[in-house]
């Protein structure tokens, strides 16, 4: 480093004059560490301080940004009705996925003839159940079983009901028939 370099960098960390920098400096050899000490000793120095922080607590704020500050606090808090509404959603969005999951099959004569999720089964017969709940019930006199595949195990199984419901049937069919 040139001795002008010194002389300004002492002058930077101290803010004394060009002047009682290069004294200081040439009285310490032009050792810059030793030279900004001389001059700390001898009380020439201007205390500097530099003071940074992220903490918003310790900025002041100004009572228009204060307002602003609580009217987007506001405005972005959730309402009773948006908390509900996403709470229902993610039980729908459930119960969809549990009806893709499980399958409601048709066998006749223990030959798988039909595998559809659930979920396509209810919507079917929320648009044609006059038509679905007659059609499943009449297959039953005709031999057709149905079962649900991927359901948990619950404490009454649907697919034992179903069977009776089919045992039922068949047995109803062979009494009106008069087949043994």
Not at 14 to 19: A, F, I, L, N, P
Not at 66 to 95: G, I
Not at 135 to 154: D, N, R
């Amino acid at each position: 480093m040139e001795k002008l370099d010194k002389v300004e960098k002492v002058r930077e960390k101290t803010g004394v004059s060009y002047e009682e920098a290069r004294m200081a400096l040439e009285q310490c050899d032009y050792d810059v560490l030793d030279a900004i000490v001389l001059l700390e000793r001898q009380g020439k120095t201007q205390k500097q301080s530099a003071h940074h922080t992220t903490d918003a607590s310790q900025v002041p704020m100004s009572t228009d940004m204060m307002r602003a500050q609580q009217a987007y606090e506001k405005s972005s808090r959730k309402s009773r009705f948006s908390e509900v509404f996403e709470r229902v959603l993610e039980q729908f969005k459930k119960l969809c996925a549990r009806g893709l999951e499980v399958s409601f099959v048709v066998f006749r004569h223990d030959e798988r003839l039909l595998s559809i999720p659930v979920l396509l089964l209810v919507i079917l017969a929320l648009f044609l159940l006059p038509a679905v709940v007659p059609l499943l019930i009449v297959g039953l006199f005709f031999g057709f079983k149905y079962q649900f595949e991927g359901l948990k195990h619950s404490s009454v199984s649907v697919n034992d009901v179903m069977g009776k419901a089919a045992d039922a049937a068949e047995s109803f069919a062979r009494d009106v028939t008069g087949d043994k």
